[in-house]
Structure formats: C-alpha cells, structure tokens
C-alpha cells in the first residue's frame, strides 16, 4: 500500500473511531453504514450528492400509492435467468413481478412486461439497461441518489431512501421516503427488501446466482451481451470477451457444481451472505431457484399478516426545493473547522450541524483522493457542495423569471 492511501486510510479510521466512541443516538444508524461502505464512498459520495440535488424537484410530484402485493418474483440477471423464462411466465399469473433494473431488456426480449422495475446505481450505467426502449408505464422504484435522465423514462417514479447521510437528511427535512435496504451490495437486495416492504407473503427469485456458473456472467439480452457484440472483432469471439471480463474480478476461485463448473469471487460471496441475512429480517417466504449458480441459504417462516399494512408511501413536502437547499447551505456554512477528537467536535455542534456534517462524510472522502489531510479538506469540500447548490437555485430562480 502506498504511503499517500495508507495515511488515507489511518485519516479515516481515526474519524470513524471517534465516531462511534460518541455513540450519538440520532446518528448511530448513519455511522455504521459509514464505516461499513467507505471504499464505495470513496468512489460515489459526489455522484450521490449531486444526483440528489437534481431528483429534488421531481421528488416533489404527487403520484398513486404503490399497493401491497401478496406474492412477489424478482429477477436477477445471473445466466440461470434464461433457463427461467417459462416458469417466470407462468408465475407472473399470479404474482407480482419485480424486475431489476439490468434484467428489463432481457425480459422484455422474451415478451415478459415488468410489474414493477427497481434501479439503485448512482452511475450513469443504468441508463444503458433501457436503450432498446421501455414501456413508460412501469412504475420506477429508483434511490433518490440515481441519475436524473432515468426519471425521463417513466411515467410514476417512486423514490425511496437508502443510508446515504445526504439522503437521510433529505427524507427528515425535506420530504419523507419509503427507507430500502441497499446495503447488501446488490440491486437483488433492495429488489427484496421492496417485496418486503410491499407485504409480500412469498418471494420467488430467479437468476440470482452469485457466481459465474460455466464460465457465463450474465443472462442473454442484458445489456453487455449488445456491448460485446458491438466491439467483437474477428480475432475476438464473444465467448473470449466473457472470459476476460470474468478474469479481471479480484479474488476469483473456480469450483465445481453438480453439472459442471463455476467462478465465484470474494464481493460475490459477501454479497450472498447479505442477501441471506436480509431473507431473516423479511416477514415473508423466501424461494430461490439457483440452478448452478450458488445455493441461497434461506430458512423456511410461517409470515404473520399485520394487523394493519404498512404502505409504501411518500410523504408532503415541508418546504420548497429551493427553501431546503438555502436552509441546507446556511447550515452548512455555519461549521466550523474539522478539529480532533471527533467526539469534541461533534459535541460543539448543535443537532442540526451534526446531522448536515454527516452529509459531508461521502463528499469529503471522494475529495481526499486528491487533496492533502489537512483542515483545508473540509472547506474544500464544503466549497464544492455549495457551488453545486448555488447551480440549482440558480437555475429555479432562472425558470420563475422566465
């Protein structure tokens, strides 16, 4: 590890242990996904930050109250998914079906229309699942941290939460959210934990593999199977171009499998392992068809029925996306310069700062990767976070005066 990221990763630690020595309770939920998806921050809190400004305003159309489903099939886009699309569509009669965001172009190859299509990638990627088009009147389920031009698509977006602080902040002071867990890693996750919320009794997944059984790591009619085609080369066979994707995961392992053959990988795994400790926490049913993909571990429930529903629901605006960005912005301006410990920094703050420099965590170590550990990293970031909240009051105010 080189020197610069091994000071990084102290910096962090040393932050994060603070932290939880303060054991606020009304940010303990919030610091345990910090800790946990620091390497992912690293990488998105910008893109999570500003894709969130940009869903503000769409966040605040009324839409219908998505109802509750009594059984649920999800569809992940593992390769077992093609040897799935009959028993899929037989299901589908008598049940809800919850697509993945990367499964839709496959299924709708096939002729199998989505009930429901769930994204949460805060990359740009997720647009590519919709290329060959999409019937509008889908509803989304979509993180309010996702790209904007994904909410161009469908005629009913419902936004959802998931850990990110900024998020977090937005559903307490903004406008409130459904809360989905996307912690595990995988859309599949959150795709389960939407039935759940949703009161479904019996979940039936399908392609959910978490391993690349014979050598494949996607069903036919996802969207790198056109990528592949389009820069094949006739030295390059599309079969070459699978193996060599497969080959640049990290900690790869191959093993064997009643049928042949598979690939699995370290964050695969782990990814499993969430999965299966979500089935747990979930009021429903849980059957997964693995094929020869890995084998979920989920343990048979008899679901008690609740008394009364919970819905999947927004709520009210509080105030205007205007009003909350300039509220959001003087607060931000009012911290005061990082200082160690954390703890006594933290106890300076009133409730209000605490929760808005929470905000900062995801922003703050995707900026570190360039800037020098010290006091000036906040400002810098606290900086970059206000020119972009300037942009989009800007940009309201330009609409009204137009």
């Known amino acids: 590890m080189k020197k610069t990221s091994s000071l990084r990763y102290l910096f962090w630690i040393r932050i994060l242990i603070d932290l939880k020595r303060l054991f606020l309770k009304s940010i303990k939920s919030a610091l345990d996904r910090i800790s946990d998806d620091y390497t992912v921050q690293t990488r998105f809190g910008k893109k999570w930050f500003s894709n969130t400004l940009f869903n503000l305003k769409e966040a605040r159309k009324l839409k219908p109250i998505l109802p509750p489903i009594k059984s649920a099939i999800i569809t992940a886009a593992g390769p077992s998914l093609e040897n799935s699309i009959e028993e899929i569509r037989e299901k589908q009669k008598n049940a809800t079906l919850i697509a993945t965001d990367t499964t839709v172009p496959a299924l709708l190859e096939y002729g199998i229309k989505p009930d429901i299509i769930i994204s949460i990638d805060c990359q740009h990627i997720s647009y590519y699942h919709f290329l ?95 990528f592949f085609n389009k820069s094949n080369k006739r030295t390059s066979s599309l079969e070459s171009s699978f193996f060599s994707f497969i080959m640049q995961s990290r900690d790869i392992r191959l093993e064997e499998c009643p049928g042949g053959l598979r690939y699995i990988t370290k964050p695969m795994m782990e990814y499993k392992k969430n999965l299966e400790r979500e089935a747990k926490k979930i009021n429903s049913n849980i059957y997964a068809k693995h094929d020869l993909g890995c084998k979920i571990n989920i343990e048979k429930k008899n679901p008690i029925q609740p008394d009364i529903l919970p819905l999947f629901v927004e709520g009210k605006c509080k105030t205007s996306n205007v009003n909350f960005l300039i509220d959001y912005k003087k607060t931000l301006l009012t911290l005061p310069d990082i200082m160690f410990p954390i703890e006594v920094y933290m106890n300076r703050l009133t409730k209000k700062q605490q929760q808005v420099w929470l905000t900062i965590i995801p922003v703050l170590a995707t900026l570190q990767g360039r800037t020098e550990l010290s006091k000036t990293l906040m400002n810098e970031t606290i900086a970059w976070m206000t020119t972009r909240i300037d942009r989009h009051i800007d940009m309201e105010e330009q609409k009204k005066g137009a």
């Open 132 to 226: 060959k088009g999409v019937p509008r009147d889908i509803p989304l389920v979509l993180d309010i941290a996702s790209p904007k031009k994904l909410t161009t698509l469908f005629d009913q977006v419902y936004f959802f939460t998931s850990g990110h602080p900024f998020s977090q902040y937005v559903t307490n002071n903004y406008k409130s959210f459904p809360p989905l867990e996307t912690s595990g890693g995988s859309v599949t996750h959150a795709a389960m934990s939407l039935a759940g919320a949703l009161n479904a009794k019996d979940i039936h997944l399908f392609g959910a593999d978490f391993s690349y059984p014979l050598g494949k790591s996607y069903s036919r009619g996802t969207y790198i199977y056109d």
